[in-house]
């Protein structure tokens, strides 16, 4: 008769916090990033772990790591119990009327850079033992970081895929064209797109919410844009494009918003583009597979209440 094998589980919730961040991001060092320890410890504690199970739960082709089925098994059990602490901790948290953490939140340049500041100001009167922890990078960064459990939620101008998401359409932007004081076409009421196609161009970075929707409003794509524009920079924020067309560089596409000050101090004017209008919604977003916590909750029904904000 085949001797049944004894497993002994002597772990802890930490233990598989840190499995399941290397099963999602199949990597060892990501993992540690993600947890705030060296590799070697988050690899030592995998090893703990399959030492325990008695099997390996990870093959380790190269570079290259890849759940086996037994590690497959164990990512749905360990989920099940991380949620269930999840949910004990807010549970516990409402019951005891707490209303105080950390949320780890992320936005995309212009509700990162001139629309949230405020925003979390106003929602701190109300809930003052809350601090809110802003990442602040291109569209498709952030909504990759909330799909992986690094940012708890997100405000973005783009989403690509919206499968495991929970978007709330919350504010309208307009993009412009914006040239510098002193530009031959500020006194045009509007330009051709051939004639947009001549100009020095300023353009934000691959992956930017301003460059897709650009993109989508001139019927191009990112790599049309690059060859029939004469593009003299790409750059990653919309302050560096501002400084940009100031210093006189070139001209590009931005946010109304973004460029408020410069148009009223005169340094910056706008010009139409003759049959293109370019605007777009601004959309926070959860993945709708995780568990909110309080404060997460708390800041996400404070935007979505004041979604008629500026």
Same mark, same amino acid.
């Given at each position: 008769?085949?001797?049944?094998?004894?497993?002994?589980?002597?772990?802890?919730?930490?233990?598989?916090?840190?499995?399941?961040?290397?099963?999602?991001?199949?990597?060892?060092?990501?993992?540690?990033?993600?947890?705030?320890?060296?590799?070697?410890?988050?690899?030592?504690?995998?090893?703990?772990?399959?030492?325990?199970?008695?099997?390996?739960?990870?093959?380790?082709?190269?570079?290259?790591?890849?759940?086996?089925?037994?590690?497959?098994?164990?990512?749905?059990?360990?989920?099940?119990?991380?949620?269930?602490?999840?949910?004990?901790?807010?549970?516990?948290?409402?019951?005891?009327?707490?209303?105080?953490?950390?949320?780890?939140?992320?936005?995309?340049?212009?509700?990162?850079?001139?629309?949230?500041?405020?925003?979390?100001?106003?929602?701190?009167?109300?809930?003052?033992?809350?601090?809110?922890?802003?990442?602040?990078?291109?569209?498709?960064?952030?909504?990759?970081?909330?799909?992986?459990?690094?940012?708890?939620?997100?405000?973005?101008?783009?989403?690509?895929?919206?499968?495991?998401?929970?978007?709330?359409?919350?504010?309208?932007?307009?993009?412009?064209?914006?040239?510098?004081?002193?530009?031959?076409?500020?006194?045009?009421?509007?330009?051709?797109?051939?004639?947009?196609?001549?100009?020095?161009?300023?353009?934000?970075?691959?992956?930017?919410?301003?460059?897709?929707?650009?993109?989508?409003?001139?019927?191009?794509?990112?790599?049309?844009?690059?060859?029939?524009?004469?593009?003299?920079?790409?750059?990653? !924020? #919309?302050? $560096?494009?501002?400084?940009?067309? /100031? +210093? @006189? &560089?070139?001209?590009? =596409?931005? !946010? #109304?918003? $973004?460029?408020?000050?410069?148009? /009223? +101090? @005169? &340094?910056?004017?706008? =010009?139409?583009?003759?049959?293109?209008?370019?605007?777009?919604?601004?959309?926070?977003?959860?993945?709708?597979?995780?568990?909110?916590?309080?404060?997460?909750?708390?800041?996400?029904?404070?935007?979505?209440?004041?979604?008629?904000?500026?």
């Amino acid at each position: 008769m085949k001797k049944t094998q004894n497993i002994s589980l002597n772990f802890d919730l930490r233990h598989l916090e840190i499995f399941c961040k290397v099963y999602e991001l199949k990597s060892f060092s990501k993992a540690a990033d993600t947890v705030f320890l060296a590799q070697a410890s988050v690899s030592e504690r995998i090893a703990n772990l399959e030492n325990m199970i008695g099997t390996k739960l990870f093959d380790r082709l190269g570079r290259k790591i890849i759940p086996t089925k037994a590690g497959d098994f164990f990512y749905r059990k360990a989920m099940a119990l991380l949620d269930m602490k999840g949910k004990i901790c807010m549970e516990f948290q409402e019951f005891l009327g707490v209303k105080r953490g950390e949320i780890h939140a992320g936005g995309s340049t212009i509700p990162g850079e001139y629309i949230l500041p405020g925003l979390i100001q106003l929602f701190r009167k109300d809930y003052p033992f809350i601090s809110v922890s802003m990442t602040i990078a291109d569209s498709k960064r952030i909504e990759q970081d909330v799909l992986e459990g690094r940012l708890e939620l997100g405000i973005v101008g783009a989403i690509t895929s919206g499968k495991n998401l929970e978007c709330y359409d919350l504010w309208e932007d307009e993009l412009v064209l914006a040239v510098p004081a002193g530009h031959s076409w500020t006194e045009k009421k509007k330009v051709s797109l051939h004639d947009l196609m001549e100009e020095p161009f300023v353009i934000r970075e691959t992956g930017s919410g301003t460059l897709k929707i650009m993109a989508e409003c001139m019927n191009m794509s990112d790599s049309e844009i690059t060859k029939s524009f004469k593009i003299v920079a790409r750059l990653g !924020s #919309s302050t $560096a494009v501002k400084e940009a067309i /100031k +210093a @006189g &560089l070139g001209i590009s =596409v931005l !946010s #109304s918003r $973004a460029i408020d000050t410069e148009l /009223k +101090a @005169g &340094l910056i004017k706008t =010009v139409k583009i003759d049959g293109i209008s370019m605007k777009r919604h601004f959309y926070l977003i959860r993945d709708k597979r995780r568990t909110a916590s309080p404060p997460c909750q708390a800041f996400l029904d404070f935007l979505v209440s004041n979604h008629h904000a500026e």
